[in-house]
């Protein structure tokens, strides 16, 4: 019994005198974590500084992943050269781990470095495109931590000669992580294109997505909404898939649906043969889509007096059911 008193009362003294000493480590190691946060907001957030030669940013943004993003990146772009021929647009893919460029433009080349150490973006159609898909290997994984994932974006960002470049789309990745936060963070976004499908599981994500981008006070363009319906081959009837929900969304966050594209075989078709719709049909309803979207892109970036989301709510409520909600934008920005 006294031996057995006597160990424990030493493993109670050598297990507190653990504990004490682990208190004093995490005394020392909360206020040096302390000081080293108060450093830190004292520089403030990063500054704003434009890629050089840019003029506008749009980002094609979406919480969830699946909903169409590089799609309507890639067709973007090329309605904006469509409409714009003079002006030159630029592609950024800054889905490290999921480059979906190369495919959808049909560039498979390495990129060459130019005489300032910069990487000359490949070209195909007229656009000028950059993607870490150009860096790697046919199927090779990227197996990186954060720090190499925001380097390399750096990279894709500042280390591209992107000079003379008008618009400059950047098809992000899904959800609101470090990606966003760098390119938000660090470059001064023109405006986003929020894509979502119908589907209430996708419109909440997109939502969390929306209010994200109200809180660091990025100009939201409007909402695309993809996969909205589809045509029966043998009647001809549009079929809405999931729903009308989409509607609540823009009028929670304060912001407009630009255009509602169907689910449509021959659009993932094109783009798997390295030549998009808005190339290979110009004259598809969905490629006109696409140009109404890029003028609405056109007209947002031209227009220097930001109109207010509570404006634009007012007149999604007031004005009459005639108007469509991409008429209603195309009309707002005229």
């Known amino acids: 019994m006294i031996f057995r008193t006597a160990y424990l009362t030493n493993i109670h003294s050598v297990f507190f005198k653990s504990m004490r000493h682990s208190m004093r480590i995490a005394r020392k190691m909360q206020s040096q974590s302390e000081s080293h946060k108060s450093k830190i907001m004292a520089r403030g957030l990063p500054k704003k500084t434009p890629i050089d030669g840019v003029k506008n940013i749009i980002l094609v943004s979406s919480g969830k992943g699946g909903v169409g993003k590089s799609t309507i990146s890639v067709n973007l772009a090329l309605a904006l050269k469509h409409i714009r021929p003079t002006k030159n647009v630029g592609l950024l893919d800054s889905d490290v781990f999921g480059p979906s460029i190369p495919l959808m433009m049909n560039l498979a080349e390495i990129p060459q470095i130019n005489d300032d150490k910069m990487i000359e973006p490949l070209q195909n159609y007229g656009i000028k495109c950059m993607s870490m898909g150009f860096l790697m290997e046919p199927g090779a994984p990227i197996i990186w931590r954060g720090l190499m994932v925001m380097q390399a ?161 007012f007149f999604l409520k007031v004005l009459p059911s005639r108007f469509t909600d991409s008429g209603l934008q195309t009309l707002l920005f005229a």
């Not at 994200?212 to 045509?231: A, F, Q, R, W, Y």
């Open 153 to 313: 974006l750096q990279k894709l960002m500042r280390g591209v000669n992107w000079k003379e470049t008008d618009y400059l789309i950047v098809d992000t990745p899904p959800g609101t992580g470090d990606t966003h936060l760098s390119l938000i963070q660090n470059l001064p976004i023109t405006g986003v294109i929020l894509v979502t499908t119908p589907q209430v599981a996708a419109l909440q994500v997109t939502e969390r997505g929306a209010n994200m981008l109200n809180k660091l006070s990025v100009p939201i363009i409007g909402i695309l909404e993809n996969m909205t319906s589809t045509v029966c081959p043998n009647c001809s009837t549009e079929i809405s898939l999931f729903g009308t929900k989409t509607k609540d969304l823009a009028n929670a966050i304060n912001c407009i649906i630009l255009e509602r594209l169907p689910l449509e075989n021959y659009i993932s078709e094109s783009n798997d043969r390295g030549t998009p719709i808005v190339i290979e049909n110009p004259d598809h309803p969905v490629s006109a889509s696409f140009k109404r979207l890029a003028k609405n892109v056109v007209d947002f970036c031209d227009n220097k007096s930001r109109i207010t989301p509570y404006f634009v709510n």
